[in-house]
């Protein structure tokens, strides 16, 4: 069985799924902008995430949050399957506020563990996923999320919200601000250097300590997740790719494929919010 991918966004919350089988190496480092409740459904997923190595086996659910960086690849000859839902941060936050009777205000949901074996809690993302990737009636969606939710509280706590992260050293803090103001911009390590008032080398190692990423990696990653967004929303891989800095559109669509195993054009025809 070769490699291959299902998607589909839904149009009331902006919620993707994603079914996929992947043989050998699966995708290179990256994020994501949204919350995401996976179970593997067959073989071993591996991937490094929160400086860790995990092996996910069939009915095993995996939880990353917003920003974590992680990659894949299946070290069995049979690969891997999995479904998975992407959660919009925004909806996240304002439905598990719904669920906890004192949320901390300067608080944000967080998972506990990346791993988990919690038959309710699998059971609850897999009827979630049917339910949204099968485009059922919107009463029977939200009740499966419903559902799903209630099950997640289960494995979340609340982070303080930290700006600045007095866990991550200044520099590499104001350095990943600067990309994140100026990720549309031909930015030069040394620019980014005097920003933060110290060398290129000494910003290098504070940034790849802090983020496990240099600079221009972590640019690219900010990028193709931006532009991960801007596609379900219906913009062209031309008008992103111009948008956000790429070289042109093929450009971006070589960096786009190596994160996700989708062309950009691809990505945006399978997004059910946007018309043919």
């Not at 067959?42 to 991937?47: A, D, E, L, P, S």
């Not at 062209?236 to 070289?247: D, I, K, R």
């Not at 971006?252 to 997004?271: E, I, K, N, V």
Request: with cysteine.
């Amino acid at each position: 069985m070769s490699n291959w991918i299902d998607l589909a966004q839904d149009v009331d919350t902006g919620i993707e799924s994603v079914r996929a089988h992947f043989i050998g190496h699966a995708y290179d480092p990256h994020w994501h902008d949204s919350y995401l409740v996976g179970v593997t459904e067959q073989g071993v997923q591996q991937f490094h995430c929160r400086r860790a190595r995990h092996r996910s086996t069939p009915g095993q659910v995996f939880l990353l949050e917003p920003g974590e960086l992680h990659d894949g690849q299946a070290p069995t000859e049979d690969g891997f399957t999995y479904s998975t839902l992407y959660l919009d941060p925004n909806w996240m936050e304002a439905e598990v506020r719904a669920l906890f009777e004192h949320a901390p205000a300067d608080g944000l949901p967080s998972f506990a563990d990346t791993l988990c074996r919690d038959e309710r809690l699998t059971g609850a993302t897999l009827r979630a996923f049917q339910a949204m990737h099968g485009k059922e009636l919107r009463i029977v969606r939200q009740t499966a999320m419903d559902d799903l939710l209630a099950c997640l509280t289960q494995h979340l706590h609340w982070r303080k919200r930290l700006n600045p992260d007095p866990r991550l050293p200044l520099t590499a803090q104001v350095a990943r601000d600067y990309l994140h103001a100026h990720l549309d911009q031909d930015i030069g390590l040394d620019d980014l250097a005097r920003t933060c008032g110290v060398d290129r080398f000494r910003l290098t190692r504070a940034f790849k300590a802090a983020f496990g990423l240099a600079p221009h990696a972590y640019l690219i990653q900010l990028r193709i997740a931006r532009a991960r967004r801007l596609l379900g929303q219906g913009q062209t891989p031309a008008e992103v790719a111009s948008a956000l800095g790429f070289a042109d559109q093929s450009h971006l669509g070589r960096w786009f494929r190596r994160a996700y195993q989708l062309t950009p054009a691809d990505y945006r025809r399978r997004c059910s919010i946007v018309p043919d």
